[in-house]
């Protein structure tokens, strides 16, 4: 915000000379104006888009140079900071404040940086307003300091117990607790924020290092536990920049990148860990999230595998088995996983039908089913024909158009799925609550 159209006009050539963020001049305009300033003049129609490109956070047009206006009307969360070159008072001075203390998305802090010197004045310029109304408008940026050293020393209190600071994967495990990790993740969003308002300030630089090696931790726990929880674009730009260069110079971009189980590039997050346990660790995270994700597409079949992915974390508890023997039996799970829709062609159903199938049968005692090669020990003849009609049935109304969201289309799925479980020989206390379980399984598989 510029004292004179002069002023404001040499800031916006030397934010384009020095090659700086895309910016606009807003002022008004004279028919006696000369060459440099008329370049600058706007309509009314110009203004308003201009402002509504500056009010999208996407947008590249991130500064608005001003001289006598937007004064009054002005509404602009999106704006963090504010540049001041004009003698501001009062009610004026007060809105310019409030208008970086909106709140709005990834925002959590307003700056003035005051170049008039109109926050010598404040409190006589504030002082026509009750005490109540002003509490907190402006505070020096020195008062952050006290609390960027607090929250340093309650980021790191998490990994007090770590005897190698430069192990990445030691740092890792103490966050795989869901609640030591959302604990961690807050303390170090508030410490991030209080670097982000500080930095260029020398002051700041000795918590740089820490706040690097803290934002790979994090980055890299979200992407090993899946951790939706866990937003790492939620940093300022400067603190998120100081990760990126950190994870780029220690070439571990692979380490912080939640990848999927079957990707090759997950055999090369594999590698990159430094031990066994680090890789079965890393093996049963991506499993237990794999089949979180298809769980309700075939409850069953992913229902035994859960049980087979707790049974082994159980044994390695209980020493039964080796890191490296986990691993091994990890991989053999990891292959079955891959291999639904095989297990559903060697069934001779579709990956739908097989699904259906499994909902049919009696849960096989695991011994069983791994002896015959399949999680559900030898096929059944009837069922899996069972499974098929049902299939079939249900075809025309999952076809229908948001036919989820339509009551009487579930009720003749439900009414055609009882009719076949009863001449299948399924007693009449099975009928009710297996036909909705179907109807709920087929809206995940087929919605429309």
């Excluded at 004045?121 to 109304?133: C, K, Q, V, Y």
């Excluded at 300091?145 to 209190?157: D, E, F, K, S, W």
């Excluded at 049974?311 to 020493?319: F, N, S, T, V």
Aim: aromatic share 6%.
């Amino acid at each position: 915000m510029g004292c004179t159209r002069e002023i404001a006009v040499l800031y916006k050539e030397a934010l384009d000379r020095l090659n700086g963020p895309q910016s606009a001049v807003i002022m008004s305009g004279s028919n006696k104006d000369a060459e440099h300033l008329v370049k600058h003049h706007k309509s009314e129609e110009e203004r308003k888009e201009l402002i509504n490109r500056f009010l999208k956070k996407d947008d590249p047009l991130k500064i608005l140079v001003v001289c006598d206006m937007l004064l009054t009307g002005f509404d602009a969360p999106v704006e963090q900071v504010m540049y001041l070159d004009a003698p501001l008072k009062e009610h004026t001075l007060l809105q310019a404040i409030a208008r970086v203390n909106r709140t709005a998305d990834g925002k959590t802090y307003g700056l003035i940086v005051d170049y008039w010197g109109v926050s010598e004045a404040l409190t006589e310029a504030l002082a026509i307003f009750s005490p109540s109304d002003v509490k907190g408008a402006m505070a020096p940026k020195d008062d952050e300091l006290p609390r960027l050293q607090a929250r340093h020393a309650n980021a790191l209190r998490f990994f007090i117990r770590v005897k190698e600071k430069d192990d990445l994967d030691a740092c890792v495990s103490v966050l795989e607790p869901e609640d030591v990790r959302a604990q961690f993740a807050e303390a170090f969003k508030k410490l991030a924020q209080s670097l982000d308002m500080l930095l260029p300030d020398t002051r700041a630089m000795p918590y740089v290092d820490d706040v690097r090696w803290l934002g790979k931790i994090r980055e890299a726990a979200a992407a090993k536990y899946r951790d939706d929880k866990i937003d790492v674009s939620d940093c300022g730009a400067k603190v998120k920049k100081l990760i990126e260069e950190a994870v780029f110079a220690e070439g571990i971009q692979i380490l912080v990148k939640q990848v999927s189980l079957f990707t090759p590039e997950f055999e090369e997050k594999l590698k990159a860990l430094k031990s066994v346990e680090a890789r079965a660790s890393e093996m049963e995270h991506a499993i237990r999230h794999e089949i979180h994700v298809k769980l309700e597409e075939n409850p069953v079949f992913y229902m035994s595998l859960r049980e087979r992915l707790e049974q082994l974390i159980a044994d390695r508890k209980a020493k039964r088995i080796d890191a490296a023997e986990q691993l091994r039996l990890f991989e053999v799970l990891r292959n079955e996983l891959r291999s639904e829709a095989q297990a559903a062609e060697k069934t001779g159903l579709t990956e739908t039908g097989f699904a259906i199938y499994g909902i049919l049968l009696e849960p096989k005692p695991l011994a069983a089913a791994e002896a015959k090669g399949s999680p559900y020990g030898k096929v059944d003849d009837a069922k899996r024909e069972l499974a098929s009609i049902l299939e079939e049935q249900l075809e025309p109304q999952v076809t229908i158009v948001d036919w989820t969201r339509k009551d009487d289309v579930q009720r003749e799925m439900r009414k055609r799925i009882k009719r076949h479980l009863r001449a299948a020989g399924y007693t009449d206390d099975k009928l009710d609550p297996m036909a909705e379980t179907i109807v709920d399984l087929m809206k995940r598989r087929r919605p429309r």
